[in-house]
């Protein structure tokens, strides 16, 4: 009876090694089907976003060269065409960076830093088509329409008083012309500003990235808990001259718009001005609220 006993003692224990043994390979084939289920499913929606990107980016550049042929096949006004035309590139230029920055997510710096320089020609056209539809390219003739509405132009900014020869108060045409000036010196300073934040921000990127690759650190500016990380982040102050940059740009577009709106309104410039708004201000500012976004569930999730 005893070895009865151990013998079935021994069976028992060999069955029971037998069922973990069982268990746990179902437990593992489980697991890597799931992995496999969720990497497939990650894949199908990636694919997803990237087809309907290739849709939307697709439609983007049949529209903008339709718009540009329409341009060219009556170039009746090239002083002020070649503008348009330039303009009409950011559509398909910002459509093409983001689909290949989702399909090549490592090339994401470049192109950004390619939509920044294109971004800053694009303000910077945009100032030169309102003067050249004003004064076909002559910089007195828009002075001479502006200095008709000299009673109702907002004076200057006193930061550029000595800049301004005459001084704007000695004559309307005076008054006109510094006026004009600041407006172009506002926009000016985006087109320079731009590119030099975004090369820095694609330096400090690169940066950062690589000194969490060698360290092995999974934040690069500090303890998210202390926020006085974020002050010391690079990042921060790139963004914070940039925004300024941008301010002041839309400040001073915004100010010829109101002393030249009347003189324009043939040609429907409050669209314009609000596509111009909408594709180079508010893209920043969206881009500006998606980081702190993603950085603020990035925090949560370490947490």
Not at 18 to 45: G, P
Not at 170 to 192: D, I, K
Request: glycine share 4%; with cysteine; hydrophobic share 45%.
């Amino acid at each position: 009876i005893f070895f009865q006993l151990q013998y079935v003692w021994y069976q028992l224990h060999q069955e029971s090694d037998r069922i973990d043994t069982l268990l746990h390979q179902i437990e593992s084939t489980q697991t890597q089907q799931i992995d496999e289920l969720n990497e497939k499913v990650d894949q199908n929606h990636n694919l997803t976003l990237i087809q309907m990107a290739g849709t939307f980016t697709l439609i983007t550049c049949i529209l903008t060269v339709y718009h540009m042929s329409t341009h060219l096949r009556n170039f009746h006004e090239p002083i002020v065409q070649k503008r348009i035309i330039s303009i009409l590139w950011m559509c398909p230029i910002y459509a093409l960076t983001a689909f290949l920055s989702l399909v090549i997510p490592s090339a994401d710096g470049y192109l950004g830093v390619i939509r920044d320089f294109y971004e800053a020609y694009t303000v910077y056209n945009f100032l030169a088509l309102l003067i050249n539809i004003l004064g076909r390219g002559n910089r007195d003739v828009v002075v001479n329409v502006l200095a008709q509405h000299a009673q109702h132009l907002k004076p200057p900014t006193r930061c550029l008083k000595s800049c301004y020869h005459p001084p704007p108060e000695t004559s309307p045409h005076a008054m006109a012309n510094a006026v004009l000036y600041e407006c172009q010196v506002l926009c000016m300073q985006f087109v320079f500003c731009r590119p030099l934040t975004s090369i820095a921000s694609f330096v400090s990127t690169t940066l950062i990235r690589n000194h969490e690759e060698e360290t092995g650190s999974g934040h690069s500016d500090g303890d998210n808990d202390n926020l006085w990380s974020l002050f010391q982040s690079p990042t921060f102050y790139i963004a914070l001259i940039t925004n300024v940059s941008v301010f002041l740009a839309f400040t001073g577009l915004l100010k010829f718009y109101h002393a030249v709106r009347d003189d324009l309104l043939w040609c429907q410039p409050f669209s314009k001005f609000m596509a111009i708004k909408g594709i180079v201000f508010l893209t920043f500012w969206q881009g500006l609220a998606i980081a702190i976004f993603v950085s603020l569930h990035d925090s949560k999730n370490n947490d």
